[in-house]
């Protein structure tokens, strides 16, 4: 069976540091990819996948089918960004999605 | 548009009960998702709906069923209710299956059992 690793429960950065978040994957087939966020108070909303291959809100995630690695980056924290970050699997056609457990970023002034 | 909604909002039942929730998908979509979001955990998937069939299931027991309407609205069933089935209920709607879409969620349904 398909699993999604987030390593980190909680990620803690200085406003304008790096960020990455974490996401590994286990499937022996080729995957769809997305990361979710759910901002304090909103409702789950897909912030990118990785067939889009675009950059959004400043955020990127390259597939590594190397490594099974989805990992989420941003050059320059913003206070905006604390939220609550999923990494999710597809398996394809009609799929339902596979999350993780969720990594919570908290981004300090 | 409201995008996808679901009622009620939260809901308090005992053991054994049995209880539903509705879910109304985003304008223009017609397939349904339901997923379980324990507490510090994921979303877990438990079932799809498209064309009033339920087209994907996931690893949860047959106490869980579901429904869907002409008009893509939805419901999850949930029988004989255990303290373990207290969770928020997510509803996602999306175009016709298809890899790479995106899922649009509703607010969830905060499910507590006693």
């Known amino acids: 069976a398909q699993r999604v690793t987030q390593p980190e429960k909680l990620l803690s950065v200085f406003k304008g540091a790096p960020v990455e978040l974490k996401c590994n994957y286990s499937?022996?087939?080729?995957?769809?990819l997305f990361w979710y966020v759910q901002y304090s108070r909103q409702r789950l909303q897909l912030l990118l996948r990785?067939?889009s291959r675009e950059s959004i809100k400043g955020f990127t995630a390259d597939l590594n089918k190397g490594e099974t690695s989805f990992h989420l980056k941003k050059p320059f924290a913003q206070e905006e960004d604390s939220a609550m970050y999923y990494c999710?699997?597809?398996?394809?056609?009609?799929?339902?999605?596979?999350f993780g457990k969720g990594t919570h970023l908290i981004i300090q002034p | 548009d409201a995008g996808v909604t679901q009622s009620p909002t939260h809901l308090i039942k005992t053991r054994g009960q049995q209880v539903t929730l509705r879910c109304s998908p985003k304008?223009?979509?017609?397939?349904v998702s339901w997923y379980q979001q324990a507490l510090g955990q994921g979303p877990q998937f438990i079932f799809q709906?498209?064309?009033?069939?339920?087209?994907q299931r996931g690893n949860f027991p047959d106490r869980f069923s579901g429904h869907q309407f002409p008009n893509y609205s939805s419901e999850l069933n949930v029988n004989a209710l255990l303290l373990g089935d207290s969770a928020l209920y997510l509803c996602?709607?999306?175009?016709?299956?298809?890899?790479?879409?995106?899922?649009?969620f509703g607010p969830g349904t905060r499910l507590t059992v006693l």
């Open positions: 304008s223009g979509h017609d397939t």
């Open positions: 709906y498209y064309e009033e069939e339920e087209r």
């Open positions: 499937y022996s087939g080729s995957p769809e």
């Open positions: 999710a699997l597809q398996r394809g056609g009609a799929d339902g999605l596979t």
């Open positions: 996602a709607s999306s175009l016709a299956p298809s890899g790479g879409g995106e899922q649009f």
């Open positions: 990785h067939i």
